[in-house]
């Protein structure tokens, strides 16, 4: 660890620091020496999958994204702001707090920086607010949002969110968007995008011939910081590592846990029913059902991401390739939980 912080951009806020890309995030700013501060809730833990000596160098302040109050307080004397903070759901029961974190607490985070003066926000959004398309056209930084029945509310979340920082940057602010695709790695496997993790592990049985981008949780973060030390303002820039099906993820993932491989196909009118089916379960659990009719409907559609421009606009960054990726990860998951 570097005995002194960077010359600029010295004191960085994280927003959504005790969630899974957010803790990685705080991971890459204290191992390259910056002074972190990090915005947490009263009744969030601190993140479990990253090293305590690491959580110990931030300066941990109580607030919440849609309380402009703490906001205000935890951006005063920050040079810049890295924010991570959102809602990723496909079930409707968290539709309202997903639009109110995404987009209103976006809205605060921006109006809020141009106030306390912060002078750079790097906004982590998603490649679902560029819209997904229904023949499995590449997408890249120039594709322009458009309705669509394929559009799910997260994508339409994240879009609005991004309006925000658009206007922020219009207003003077400096900053950048990244859009990274699904983001995998080590963390809470009960949680986000790392709940794909433990369904492989217990062996569900069932996959898609979908398409979709994958990218490493660390080559996120640490694309992040070095567009936080980059110069670039009012850019977007997509983070992924590789298109590939689910089934092939899925394999991936149950040959790094020496698990069975999923075996059932789930076509798009048996992925249908499948989500009917969980609704139903979970009217009896009362666990959150495993498919909504969003997730299904993402599971089947195929959409493919460039990522050239961050590589050719930072010659030094590369992508952890996804299989090496997956295999450091089930290796984690597995020394955690078996």
């Not at 076509?267 to 969003?294: C, D, H, I, N, Y």
């Not at 930072?314 to 955690?336: G, K």
Request: proline share 3%.
């Amino acid at each position: 660890m570097q005995s002194s912080p960077p010359a600029e951009k010295q004191k960085v806020l994280v927003t959504g620091g005790t969630g899974f890309l957010g803790a990685w995030v705080i991971r890459q700013l204290v191992m390259d020496g910056y002074i972190v501060r990090a915005i947490k809730r009263e009744n969030s833990s601190l993140p479990f999958f990253i090293e305590s000596n690491i959580l110990q160098e931030v300066e941990w302040v109580e607030g919440d994204i849609l309380d402009p109050g703490s906001l205000f307080d935890a951006m005063e004397g920050m040079d810049a702001v890295i924010h991570s903070a959102a809602v990723v759901s496909f079930h409707s029961s968290d539709r309202s707090r997903m639009y109110s974190a995404n987009v209103s607490g976006t809205a605060n985070v921006v109006n809020l920086a141009l106030e306390t003066g912060v002078r750079r926000v790097v906004h982590v959004s998603s490649v679902a607010a560029l819209g997904r398309t229904r023949q499995g056209d590449v997408v890249d930084e120039t594709k322009a949002w458009t309705d669509s029945g394929v559009n799910t509310h997260y994508a339409i979340s994240k879009h609005k969110a991004e309006m925000e920082m658009w206007r922020g940057m219009a207003e003077g602010l400096e900053g950048v968007i990244l859009n990274p695709s699904t983001i995998l790695g080590y963390g809470n496997w009960k949680n986000s995008s790392c709940a794909i993790f433990k369904n492989v592990y217990d062996e569900f049985p069932w996959y898609t011939n979908g398409i979709n981008g994958f990218v490493y949780v660390e080559d996120v973060a640490r694309a992040a910081v070095a567009l936080l030390e980059s110069d670039i303002t009012m850019e977007r820039f997509i983070v992924n590592g590789d298109n590939w099906s689910f089934r092939q993820l899925l394999d991936t993932i149950a040959t790094g846990f020496g698990k069975r491989k999923p075996y059932r196909e789930a076509s798009p009118l048996m992925g249908q029913v499948a989500w009917r089916l969980e609704k139903l379960k979970s009217m009896f659990t009362g666990k959150s059902p495993l498919l909504s009719r969003e997730s299904a409907k993402v599971a089947q559609s195929k959409t493919r991401f460039d990522n050239r421009k961050l590589l050719q606009t930072i010659p030094d960054f590369h992508y952890t390739p996804l299989d090496q990726a997956i295999l450091a990860s089930c290796r984690r998951y597995l020394q955690q939980h078996s």
